[in-house]
């Protein structure tokens, strides 16, 4: 072929670093976003933090909600008794993680100080205490120590006795019965149950340490001969091998169900995670206002003093990162703007939600909030994710009023979420000896024109962690 020169036009998009910068934050979640923050104020020494100033209610009137600031004022101006309880919204910032919780705090009351004092204690310190409280021999008091030290998060001894014997120094010469005279020496502190080797021993722990009477006698020969029974509920067989007639198999089953399985475990320490919602909900005059909260919303600015250096020498080093700073800071007004316009979206759809809760949550896709603001519908699905809005009734993630939907017979749709509202409703009001089956609510919720399949009631049960109709069946 002979060489030639051609000439084609063509047309590619090319996203600039402001917008791919914009497409970041959106796509952060608040303690995401305050740490990218942190390293752009590290990083650029034209911006600084500003605890002076509110919610720039000017920035976010020209992206179009004008209308959600002047609410914020109506708002605060608002009688309570019409505004609804706000119980739910603490005066420093934080917000109750459920519906309808309150509470007050007396600052003469060492009550709550004293929980959490008792929090902070592990397992292993709370069973040291006491060993120090025994009198031991010096050797028996390291062995006992050394029992603790292998005990897991729940208080169970997973290793055996051999092992562990194998596992200590050969100098020691430890024989597994100095570990047996060890282990029962911890079998007796506290709390009961701890150091057992397995379920059954930990709950028979607990009965032993218990007064005698018939009622402890027949729930410890179940816990050692028939616990498996017990688990899958088989009453017949149980009181065909123990015997005993509903009345006391009744008991015994109350007293095992108060017994507890893990007794280590109120010593873990718990991994507390806080959300901080992007937008906050209130009910103002019969109507439901979505405004952005003022916490979760970056304090940052422009420093005055480089920016004026700045506007005198043109062509300084620093140009570069004054409009980097520009860009941060107006991508970030921006980003609140987008979730504030999607948020106010969804809470125009789901108004029955927040009036009667999930069994009036309606269907929702992603598409209809796009096509209602003129968004891409991968743009929402950005905003909804690990972004939080607080309601009266709780903290939800955006895209949890979005779902999958079933048909009903008047060619309406339902929410999988108002589905398993009503699932868990019925199963909460039925009776003890006659649970329902999948397949009765099934046919309950057809007479009232919502058609689910026996296998999607079972699957929506299964998310909400209620067990099958055998196991809920009770004496």
Request: one cysteine or more; proline letters at 5%.
């Given at each position: 072929m002979k060489p030639s020169l051609q000439l084609k036009l063509t047309q590619h998009l090319a996203l600039t670093p402001q917008l791919q910068q914009s497409i970041r934050l959106l796509q952060l979640s608040t303690l995401e976003l305050e740490h990218e923050l942190e390293s752009f104020l590290s990083a650029n020494p034209l911006l600084e933090r500003d605890e002076e100033y509110s919610l720039p209610e000017a920035n976010l009137r020209e992206s179009g909600v004008e209308q959600a600031a002047e609410q914020s004022q109506t708002d605060e101006r608002a009688d309570s008794s019409l505004a609804g309880d706000d119980s739910w919204l603490g005066e420093d910032g934080g917000y109750a993680g459920s519906s309808g919780s309150s509470g007050s705090f007396d600052d003469d009351d060492?009550?709550?100080?004293q929980d959490v004092q008792a929090a902070t204690v592990s397992l292993r310190e709370h069973l040291l205490a006491q060993l120090?409280?025994?009198?031991?021999?010096?050797?028996?008091?390291?062995?006992?120590?050394?029992?603790?030290?292998?005990?897991?998060?729940?208080?169970?001894?997973?290793?055996?006795?051999?092992?562990?014997?194998?596992?200590?120094?050969?100098?020691?010469?430890i024989e597994p019965e100095e570990l047996q005279i060890a282990l029962n020496h911890l079998q007796h502190l506290d709390p009961t149950g701890v150091g057992a080797r397995s379920p059954v021993e930990c709950l028979?722990?607990?009965?032993?340490?218990?007064?005698?009477?018939?009622t402890r006698t027949l729930a410890l020969e179940i816990v050692r001969q028939h616990l498996e029974l017990l688990a899958h509920h088989d009453f017949p067989r149980l009181k065909k091998h123990t015997g005993c007639d509903d009345d006391e198999l009744r008991a015994a089953h109350l007293?095992?169900?108060?017994?507890?399985?893990?007794?280590?475990?109120?010593?873990?320490?718990?991994?507390?995670?806080?959300?901080?919602?992007?937008?906050?909900?209130?009910?103002?005059?019969?109507q439901w206002a979505v405004n952005v909260n003022s916490d979760a919303f970056p304090r940052i600015r422009i420093n005055s003093l480089y920016a004026q250096i700045l506007s005198r020498q043109r062509g300084s080093g620093l140009a570069s990162?004054?409009?980097?700073?520009?860009?941060?800071?107006?991508?970030?007004?921006?980003?609140?703007?987008?979730?504030?316009?999607?948020?106010?979206?969804?809470?125009?759809?789901?108004?029955?939600?927040?009036?009667?809760?999930?069994?009036?949550?309606?269907?929702?896709?992603?598409?209809?909030?796009?096509?209602?603001?003129?968004?891409?519908?991968?743009?929402?699905?950005?905003?909804?994710?690990?972004?939080?809005?607080?309601?009266?009734?709780?903290?939800?993630?955006?895209?949890?009023?979005?779902?999958?939907?079933?048909?009903?017979?008047?060619?309406?749709?339902?929410?999988?979420?108002?589905?398993?509202?009503?699932?868990?409703?019925?199963?909460?009001?039925?009776?003890?000896?006659?649970?329902?089956?999948?397949?009765?609510?099934?046919?309950?919720?057809?007479?009232?024109?919502?058609?689910?399949?026996?296998?999607?009631?079972?699957?929506?049960?299964?998310a909400l962690n209620i067990p099958p109709v055998n196991l809920r069946k009770s004496l």
């Open positions: 060492d009550s709550d100080y120090g409280l025994m009198t031991l021999s010096s050797r028996d008091s390291v062995l006992v120590r050394c029992l603790i030290e292998a005990l897991d998060d729940d208080g169970y001894l997973t290793q055996s006795l051999d092992e562990l014997a194998d596992s200590m120094p050969p100098e020691l010469e028979a722990l607990q009965l032993e340490a218990l007064p005698v009477d018939p007293l095992i169900c108060s017994l507890n399985p893990r007794p280590g475990a109120q010593y873990a320490s718990s991994d507390t995670r806080y959300v901080t919602p992007d937008v906050v909900v209130r009910k103002v005059r019969g990162q004054l409009q980097e700073a520009r860009w941060l800071i107006r991508n970030v007004q921006q980003r609140f703007d987008t979730i504030l316009r999607v948020a106010q979206a969804i809470v125009e759809r789901q108004r029955q939600f927040l009036d009667h809760g999930e069994v009036a949550m309606r269907p929702l896709v992603l598409r209809e909030i796009a096509d209602t603001l003129g968004l891409h519908e991968s743009t929402i699905s950005r905003v909804t994710t690990q972004k939080y809005m607080a309601t009266p009734r709780g903290i939800y993630e955006l895209k949890y009023f979005f779902g999958s939907h079933v048909s009903t017979d008047a060619g309406g749709a339902c929410s999988a979420t108002a589905i398993r509202a009503l699932i868990k409703q019925m199963i909460s009001a039925e009776e003890p000896t006659k649970p329902l089956s999948d397949s009765q609510i099934s046919e309950v919720l057809g007479q009232q024109g919502i058609v689910v399949a026996r296998r999607t009631i079972a699957k929506y049960r299964e």
